[in-house]
């Protein structure tokens, strides 16, 4: 014969229930994600950023060329472009 070594009784469990703008809130996140994940994918198929990481290795390498050789006001400027370049394709 098997013996019991559980000698708690069982308790309930409880549950959480939602109200209905929790669920909402719940569900526009989720819309909200879907809908970055579709504009993320249009951009994808745009040609003109898919050349930014061209132009983007062409700028650094112009900004190096350009602080190497004391023209440090065009290396920052084609820093400084390269930055917002990568914020606007964001």
């Known amino acids: 014969m098997l013996a019991s070594t559980h000698n708690t009784p069982m308790t309930k469990r409880t549950y ?3 109200t209905p703008e929790q ?3 719940d569900l526009e ?10 504009a993320a994918k249009s ?19 112009f900004a190096k060329v350009a602080l190497s050789g004391g023209r440090k ?5 084609a820093l400084a ?3 917002k370049l990568e914020r606007m394709a964001k």
């Open 23 to 25: 669920i909402i809130a």
């Open 81 to 83: 472009f390269v930055t």
């Open 43 to 61: 951009m994808a198929n745009d040609p003109v950023l898919r050349e930014i990481p061209k132009l983007k290795k062409q700028l650094r390498k």
């Open 73 to 77: 006001d065009m290396g920052n400027a």
């Open 16 to 18: 959480n229930r939602r």
């Open 29 to 38: 996140a989720k819309i909200a994600v879907q809908k970055e994940k579709l």
